[in-house]
């Protein structure tokens, strides 16, 4: 069984700049969500989405967008982009039930903004 | 404060020692841990999720939970170079989201 796919695995921008982040999930799972990770603040919430529905959303501002299409696949908008955007950002999937789910994560995309 | 907090570390053990891992949350609502592993310049795996009061054991691996004191830990038995690694908490609150503390970076002295 195909893991998660996340591309591109790297990504160079300028500030100012938006960048599209995508992410296919392992066959059958139907939750996608994303995080940032940065030395200082660790893995950070951005958002989650189940059939194609945003069910959650961490603390980040409104530059920071996504989308779930109907075969489960995500992508993730950055507008705007700033110095402090770099970072790596994961994408993990999940069955989406309520439960113990566990999350499966992909290799992320490595953000540098300059 | 921060929502799961862990040492960040490094946490050095000789090999062959048991390394003991915490972590602290503050969400009461959290019903479920899960414990990642992450080597550098990797993304992160899990190696074991826990919902009940008690102990439970995989393989090398222990997960404790108290609830009423907030606490989860993660003790690797005859730790091994292969276990270095940052250990990564995470708690979930209940609604579709996943909070992760920063980490815990183990270093396996051989």
């Known amino acids: 069984k195909a893991g998660v796919t996340q591309t591109p695995r790297y990504l160079i921008k300028t500030r100012g700049q938006q960048v599209t982040l995508s992410c296919s999930p392992i066959s059958g799972h139907r939750s996608v969500s994303w995080y940032q990770q940065t030395p200082g603040q660790g893995l950070q919430f951005l958002f989650e989405y189940f059939s194609e529905t945003q069910r959650n959303k961490g603390n980040f501002p409104g530059r920071f967008s996504g989308r779930q299409f109907s075969n489960s696949r995500s992508e993730m908008n950055v507008s705007t982009l700033e110095l402090g955007d770099s970072a790596l950002y994961l994408c993990?999937?999940?069955?989406?039930?309520?439960?113990?789910?566990?999350?499966?994560f992909g290799s992320g995309t490595q953000l540098s903004v300059l | 404060q921060k929502e799961v907090e862990q040492n960040s570390g490094p946490l050095s053990v000789p090999e062959g020692a048991i390394a003991s891992l915490n972590c602290t949350y503050s969400?009461?609502?959290?019903?479920?841990f899960f414990w990642y592993r992450q080597y550098s310049g990797k993304s992160p795996e899990l190696i074991m999720f826990i919902y009940s009061n008690g102990d439970k054991e995989d393989g090398r691996f222990t997960a404790q939970l108290n609830k009423a004191s907030q606490y989860v830990s993660l003790l690797i038995r005859d730790s091994q170079p292969s276990d270095s690694a940052t250990y990564l908490c995470a708690a979930r609150p209940g609604t579709y989201k996943y909070i992760f503390g920063t980490g815990t970076r183990l270093k396996v002295l051989a």
């Open positions: 993990a999937s999940s069955l989406g039930g309520s439960g113990f789910e566990k999350l499966f």
């Open positions: 969400d009461r609502g959290s019903q479920s």
